[in-house]
């Protein structure tokens, strides 16, 4: 049994040359941990938007499906319907991917 893995595809250099590494060993390095931590906050931004999504909904639902002629319930329905929305639209505004954390070499004043 061996364990040997199948040899990487080469690049062919005459057709597709490969560019010179214009970064510092450095900045990978802070670049890398940038995405990482990049990765992590999506993450967290994901939940949040999944919790909320569901809670505004369970809420809504009850609010809705409950009989009663209560003054608040209008209110409350808006209220939560609008955090509900808030919170989605930052979540997707920022999972677009033209936003990134950290700052870059044309951010030398932050």
Not at 33 to 58: D, P
Not at 75 to 90: E, H, K, R, Y
Request: proline share 7%.
């Amino acid at each position: 049994m061996s364990d040997a893995r199948p040899p990487a595809p080469l690049q062919d250099q005459s057709r597709n040359p490969s560019l010179p590494a214009t970064t510092t060993f450095q900045q990978d390095l802070v670049a890398t941990g940038q995405r990482h931590i990049n990765v992590m906050w999506e993450r967290t931004q994901q939940i949040i938007a999944i919790m909320v999504s569901v809670s505004v909904t369970a809420v809504c639902s009850v609010v809705i499906l409950r009989s009663g002629d209560d003054p608040l319930r209008t209110p409350a329905f808006m209220f939560l319907t609008n955090v509900g929305l808030l919170v989605l639209g930052i979540y997707f505004q920022r999972t677009n991917h033209t936003k990134t954390g950290g700052v870059g070499p044309n951010e030398t004043t932050r």
